[in-house]
């Protein structure tokens, strides 16, 4: 094996030894690290590519970058690595844990990328903004901000100086918002539980999932996806995976739509808005109509 090679190795085995507990995908790392140790670099990069579904983003772009540096493959290393600061620019690759071979390009591809990403991400968070979907855009806007303050844009600071100065504006008036909707909204539950200590309302139905016995689960009869067509080469070739709830009422409606997991900014606003457009034949107990609810999976892969 090569130096190169031995180092890379190293890192990928300390790596290995500090990650989660057993569970979905460990079994695949495991093989990876056996394959990687062997010097079956091809192999390790079929069994990520097999187990893409399974593993982290993070980790699936790291071991990628390892395993095409251990065969000596630095541009194709570096493109993962680029999709790696594309979809989670705040990730930070440590010293103690990966070679300073690995650890310099990624340095690198982040400095070089952080620019525009910053004005890729002011760009979402001004849209949710715009569409009054303040809470994500409160998000969006902090993670700018977070992005801007990394010691990687030391050197860019002057020409985004613009950017931070918006970003900030931004994201006081998005908090005040919040703050007056958090505001209304305890109004409203001070009024109804003074309205209920006179009149006493029948309770709200249970919203009923999976595990509930007797419950007969609800029936597609549309749910169609937005289209993920991001116009960024660098977007397109990146996986996300994330997780959308929803509450399924006794019409067959989707009332309620949450993103447990994120899946990727610019898809998230269309995805919640389609996911309200989705019908189902409801759930039913013994006959009657319930409400449900029920989580999606959502992957992209790259196109």
């Known amino acids: 094996m090569t130096t190169m090679g031995t180092v890379t190795a190293l890192a990928l085995a300390t790596l290995l030894a500090q990650a989660p507990a057993p569970g979905a995908g460990q079994q695949d790392l495991a093989t990876v690290r056996e394959l990687y140790a062997s010097a079956s670099y091809e192999e390790a990069l079929t069994r990520l590519s097999e187990s893409e579904d399974r593993l982290e983003y993070e980790q699936l772009e790291q071991y990628r970058a390892l395993c095409l540096l251990g065969l000596g493959r630095t541009e194709e290393a570096e493109r993962s690595l680029e999709r790696l600061v594309i979809g989670k620019p705040l990730h930070v690759i440590s010293d103690a844990e990966f070679s300073p071979r690995i650890v310099a390009m990624f340095r690198d591809v982040r400095k070089r990328l952080l620019p525009s990403t910053t004005r890729d991400m002011y760009a979402f968070a001004k849209d949710s903004f715009d569409k009054k979907h303040y809470v994500p855009a409160v998000t969006q806007f902090r993670e700018l901000l977070a992005i801007l303050a990394d010691p990687d844009m030391a050197g860019e600071l002057e020409g985004l100086r613009d950017l931070k100065l918006l970003g900030e504006g931004f994201l006081k008036l998005a908090e005040a918002e919040v703050d007056t909707a958090k505001a209304a909204t ?25 595990g509930d016995d007797g419950v007969v ?87």
């Open 186 to 210: 305890t109004a409203r539950m001070t009024a109804a539980a003074a309205a209920a200590a006179v009149v006493v309302a029948p309770p709200p139905p249970s919203v009923y999932s999976a």
């Open 217 to 303: 689960g609800p029936v597609e009869i549309e749910r169609r996806m937005p289209a993920w067509n991001p116009a960024s080469p660098v977007l397109r070739s990146a996986h996300y995976r994330g997780m959308l709830e929803v509450v399924i009422n006794e019409r067959g409606a989707v009332e309620l739509a949450v993103m447990r997991t994120p899946v990727q900014a610019s898809y998230d606003e269309s995805l919640l808005e389609a996911a309200k457009r989705w019908r189902f034949e409801p759930a039913t107990v013994r006959g009657r109509a319930v409400k449900y609810r029920k989580s999606f999976e959502i992957v992209l892969s790259p196109r």
